[in-house]
């Protein structure tokens, strides 16, 4: 099993930046396919980064957020510059085992608004 917490969540205006941390344990991230996703109010959940051997970004987001890994600390990050007050949703961190396929862990979420 593996545990997920995520925080850094917050309230920030337009162009401003905040980073989300999400604490694993149960398994060393180095081993797991880890990303973030997102959902704002009547929107289908968006993948918006991930993490293994390599990065890859949602379209939407590419060029203004980070996704990156601490293993010391079996953390994963998400740094996000530039915020647009439509990156505002409920982030969640994500992790599975395998490479492929769908995530098998979640966390609880943390709500980022970016307002305008």
């Known amino acids: 099993q593996v545990q997920l917490v995520e925080s850094g969540g917050g309230w920030v205006q337009t162009g401003g930046s905040l980073r989300l941390s999400c604490v694993a344990s149960g398994r060393t991230v180095s081993t797991l396919s880890m990303a973030w996703f997102r959902q704002a109010p009547g929107k289908e959940r968006e993948l918006v980064a991930w993490?293994?051997?390599?990065?890859n970004y949602a379209d939407s987001v590419k060029g203004r957020f980070t996704i990156s890994r601490d293993d010391a600390k079996n953390t994963v990050y998400l740094q996000m510059n530039s915020l647009k007050p439509e990156d505002t949703a409920v982030y969640y961190c994500?992790?599975?085992?395998?490479?492929?396929?769908?995530?098998?862990?979640w966390g609880q979420g943390t709500q980022v608004t970016v307002s305008s």
């Open positions: 993490i293994r051997t390599i990065t």
């Open positions: 994500a992790a599975r085992v395998s490479r492929y396929g769908n995530y098998d862990y």
